[in-house]
């Protein structure tokens, strides 16, 4: 059994990213943007619609506050602050959620603010207050990172992610997208999909074997053929008896 996620609700205004209704016909739980690296009030409510009228869990995908750098740039805020602005983000789309007939079921991280949790103790506690501040949430993220620490020391549930269209560091953390070979194409990302659904395990940037023991796949919706690679993972994942199910 085993989640598939993806990154949703990130267009703003006329701008548009990915094919979300697409995406939400094969993905189990939807990670939608609240609007600080992309996402606006009339996104967060379509994206909430059609992600109940589907049967998709909704996730709050929490970042720090760059609309220019799409949440991508890491960004010096006082742990006070950023627990404030994540509980902000929280909220809004918990409203939007409960207006399409559902709530928000976990919180995500995006971008920078995902890799500075996984990393840094103090941004991870100050997102973990933020969920625990709103309650009745949990969280996902990277294995074995300081957000799974500071979830645990909270009594927050926590589900390890892996990355199916993403390639890893000998560490466990994922390859900086501005290096080169740092998102897989298809085939490769089907190869991984696969292997961290059947044996919880990657091969790094190197080649070698990298443990990843997900509870969840994200495959990200801006990805090249992020629909495509989905569908195909979907049904490879079924194909070898495995459920793709909700974790929240």
């Known amino acids: ?15 548009t990213m990915g094919d979300d209704a697409a995406l939400l016909e094969v993905v189990t739980s939807a ?3 609240c609007g600080f690296h992309a996402g606006d009030p009339a996104i967060m409510r379509r994206t909430c619609e059609l992600a109940v009228a ?3 869990r909704i996730g709050a995908h929490i970042s720090y506050r760059d609309l220019a750098g799409f949440g991508r740039r890491a960004i010096a805020v006082p742990p006070r602050e950023l627990a404030d602005e994540c509980l902000y983000q929280i909220g809004a789309l918990d409203a939007f959620a409960r207006a399409a007939g559902d709530r928000v079921r976990y919180v995500k991280p995006h971008g920078a603010l995902y890799h500075s949790a996984s990393s840094d103790r103090a941004v991870a506690d100050a997102v ?4 625990a501040a709103h309650g009745g949430l949990s969280v996902l993220g990277l294995p074995g990172s300081q957000l799974e620490a500071a979830a645990t020391a909270a009594g927050i549930a926590f589900h390890a992610e892996g990355f199916a269209d993403r390639a890893y560091t000998p560490a466990g953390s994922l390859v900086s997208r501005s290096e080169a070979g740092s998102v897989l194409d298809h085939e490769s990302a089907l190869a991984q999909a696969i292997s961290i659904a059947v044996d919880g395990s990657v091969r790094d940037i190197a080649g070698a074997p990298v443990a990843v023991p997900a509870r969840s796949l994200c495959v990200h919706g801006d990805s090249p ?4 690679m989905a569908r195909a993972i979907r049904e490879a994942l079924t194909g070898k008896g495995i459920e793709l199910r909700a974790f929240a």
């Open 54 to 56: 589907r049967g998709v």
């Open 128 to 131: 973990v207050s933020a969920i």
């Open 225 to 228: 053929g992020a629909v495509a």
């Open 31 to 33: 990670n939608i943007a």
């Open 1 to 15: 059994m085993i989640d598939l996620n993806s990154d949703l609700g990130e267009g703003f205004g006329a701008w």
